[in-house]
């Protein structure tokens, strides 16, 4: 009795150890969205790639999530399409971004310019990185909506406000308004363009996921992206309810049992 105790003690302990390492693993992981555009096309839009610490630095990193975005979208994965390398001022950096080779590369997150690939992310960021169209004098405009995300109803307003990332003249960061930049869906040109200050508002007709962007005839834009999920009316919202209502039966049935 006292053998088949130790046993069933020691198989306990193995486990508790298995779960504490899945656990440990999901901690060192992080959901990033990474959005990448070559030159003025938009070739990912707010991928969501699982980030670890691909690099061994111990911290997850810009490196990491585009190493991811890399190894899930592009065609031959990381090995094919990304590169970095350690540059004596700037620290890591890019030289190889969607197969592109030419060191014309810009990266944000969360819609701020970062330091170097070292930056550190966390669950739920969004990243950005471009090839610039423009490789002589760098005009490409970052440019980012007001939302990164939308929920709206089939044909319901979606008003939006499309900002820049710029500096004053004492160099310090500053946000402003895009004007007169034409709204596009899904790659589509709508014909809606935003104001003086920069707001727009659009309609979608087909229920789903739809991908918001911009594109100006007087500027280079580095492609925004607001993902947009349109509800399809009163079905999918029926069946949104029945879902809540089924989830919180078995939320509650759970919580008793345990």
Do not use: R
Request: charge should be negative.
């Amino acid at each position: 009795m006292k053998k088949l105790f130790s046993v069933i003690l020691a198989f306990l302990m193995v486990a508790g150890c298995m779960s504490t390492a899945s656990f440990a693993d999901d901690d060192a992981s992080a959901t990033v969205y990474v959005s990448v555009s070559d030159k003025g096309k938009l070739v990912a839009a707010q991928k969501s790639v699982k980030v670890t610490d691909t690099d061994g630095d111990g911290t997850l990193t810009v490196n990491d999530a585009l190493y991811a975005v890399h190894e899930s979208a592009y065609p031959g994965g990381a090995k094919e399409g990304y590169g970095y390398y350690t540059h004596k001022d700037y620290g890591l950096s890019i030289s190889k971004l969607w197969g592109d080779t030419s060191g014309n590369f810009g990266y944000y997150l969360n819609n701020s310019s970062c330091w170097s690939l070292s930056d550190t992310v966390e669950n739920g960021d969004y990243l950005n990185a471009f090839v610039y169209s423009d490789s002589k004098s760098y005009s490409d405009k970052y440019c980012f909506f007001s939302s990164f995300t939308v929920t709206a109803d089939v044909n319901s307003a979606i008003e939006l406000t499309l900002s820049s990332a710029g500096y004053d003249e004492y160099w310090n960061p500053v946000t402003l308004p895009v004007a007169g930049a034409e709204i596009t869906v899904d790659g589509t040109a709508t014909g809606v363009k935003t104001d003086e200050n920069g707001k727009a508002t659009i309609q979608i007709s087909g229920a789903g996921s739809h991908v918001i962007s911009a594109v100006s005839s007087s500027e280079i834009l580095v492609p925004p992206v607001c993902t947009v999920q349109i509800n399809g009316g009163i079905f999918d919202h029926i069946i949104s309810a029945i879902t809540a209502f089924l989830s919180a039966i078995v939320s509650f049935i759970l919580s008793v049992f345990a």
